[in-house]
């Protein structure tokens, strides 16, 4: 097992939430181009939890993207980072949560991304657990980070879940 010993805790939802909470839309095997987003059809809401993982050998980086308005004028990105974080190694990575396109509201004020972060082995996969409640986000990566973030989409379409990686 990979360990990282700079952080051995492990950082996991509480056990209550393993339990099926409303309707399950599952998507495996999903594959696409380099740069091309892919929306997930019939995946969409304000309150989701979405669990994926995601292989991504060739890509620099992944993004899913949440709280999305249909042409993505709106959208809190999730991304990973294949980089040395701090040039430590070569299986660290950075995880973000991005709310710079989250809200086309003027007073929303801007802030930066929400970072850490995050050693995975060279074909470990990235294992993300999210967890949206209207305006806060909650994301579990790996068992070994963990980022929150407020947004506040102004659009009340603002509810798809799409996919891309470069």
Do not use: M
């Amino acid at each position: 097992t990979f360990r990282d010993f700079s952080n051995p805790l492990r950082i996991e939802p509480v056990a209550e939430l393993n339990s099926p909470r409303g309707e399950s839309i599952p998507r495996e095997n999903l594959t696409f181009e380099s740069g091309k987003e892919v929306v997930l059809p019939n995946v969409r809401g304000r309150a989701l939890e979405i669990e994926a993982e995601i292989n991504f050998r060739v890509a620099r980086d992944v993004s899913l993207d949440i709280l999305r308005s249909p042409k993505g004028e709106e959208r809190t990105r999730i991304r990973l980072f294949r980089e040395a974080w701090h040039g430590r190694s070569q299986n660290a990575h950075t995880l973000s949560i991005d709310v710079d396109e989250s809200s086309l509201d003027p007073h929303i004020p801007a802030r930066t991304p929400e970072s850490g972060p995050l050693w995975l082995e060279e074909d470990e996969p990235l294992r993300l657990r999210v967890f949206i409640d209207h305006s806060v986000v909650e994301v579990f990566a790996n068992d070994r980070q963990c980022l929150t973030i407020r947004t506040y989409p102004s659009r009340e379409d603002s509810q798809q879940v799409s996919l891309r990686a470069r």
